[in-house]
């Protein structure tokens, strides 16, 4: 039973750039968030996506938008780029339903120069 | 939203020493979940505590949900060098739909 896994790991971009992350949920999960953190910071929550709609929304700007897929997958786009959207971005899948554990995956690590 | 202050921040024990982090929280909370991340790594589930006054133990680690259901805490046990991680307790949004807000986290050095 695969868990979450997220591509790619690692990535470079410069500034300006657009960059788009995919993650697939763990089986039987359906309910994908995804996460940034900043080095030495906890992960800040980016969205949520339940039933291929935005569910939830912290607080970034409009160039970060997303994606569900019907197979639950989902991706993570970032537009114009900028120094201070370098972070490991994390993807964590959950089961429907509120308050219920999350499985994060391995996460992708995104350097914009 | 809900909020959880964790302490403290950082902490450096000798292989063998006990060590304790704090969670608290200025409102009641349905639960609380507690997750380790390795460094390099990503956040690992370690437990979820959901009663009053709770209790749970994993080998060395102890995980206790305050009688209010405002604080919370691990205590670890005879560190050992694998123990070395930020430990996180995050709280979950007003909506409770699985929106996990994190704070700084506890970061353990074990020295050997």
């Known amino acids: 039973d695969a868990g979450v896994t997220q591509s790619p790991t690692h990535l470079i971009k410069t500034r300006g750039q657009q960059v788009t992350l995919r993650c697939s949920p763990k089986?039987?999960?359906?309910?994908v968030s995804w996460y940034q953190q900043a080095l030495g910071q906890g992960p800040q929550f980016i969205f949520q996506?339940?039933?291929?709609?935005?569910?939830q929304r912290g607080n970034f700007p409009d160039r970060f938008s997303g994606h569900q897929f019907p197979n639950y997958s989902s991706e993570l786009n970032v537009n114009a780029l900028l120094l201070g959207d370098s972070a490991l971005y994390l993807c964590?899948?959950?089961?429907?339903?509120?308050?219920?554990?999350?499985?994060f995956g391995a996460g992708t690590r995104l350097s914009v120069l | 939203g809900q909020q959880v202050m964790q302490i403290p921040q950082y902490q450096h024990v000798q292989e063998g020493e006990d060590f304790t982090t704090y969670c608290n929280s200025s409102?009641?909370?349905?639960?609380i979940q507690w997750y380790k991340q390795r460094p390099g790594g990503h956040p690992v589930f370690l437990i979820q505590?959901?009663?009053?006054?709770e209790v749970k133990k994993q080998k060395r680690l102890t995980f206790q949900f305050g009688e209010a259901k405002k604080n919370s805490s691990l205590h670890i046990t005879a560190t050992q060098t694998t123990d070395v991680g930020t430990y996180f307790c995050?709280?979950?949004?007003?909506?409770?739909?699985?929106?996990?807000?994190f704070g700084q986290g506890t970061t353990l050095q074990v020295k050997p």
């Open positions: 995050p709280a979950y949004g007003s909506s409770n739909t699985g929106k996990l807000i």
């Open positions: 505590l959901v009663k009053s006054g």
């Open positions: 089986s039987g999960h359906d309910t």
């Open positions: 964590a899948s959950s089961p429907s339903g509120g308050g219920n554990i999350q499985y």
């Open positions: 409102t009641t909370l349905s639960n």
């Open positions: 996506y339940y039933e291929e709609e935005e569910r």
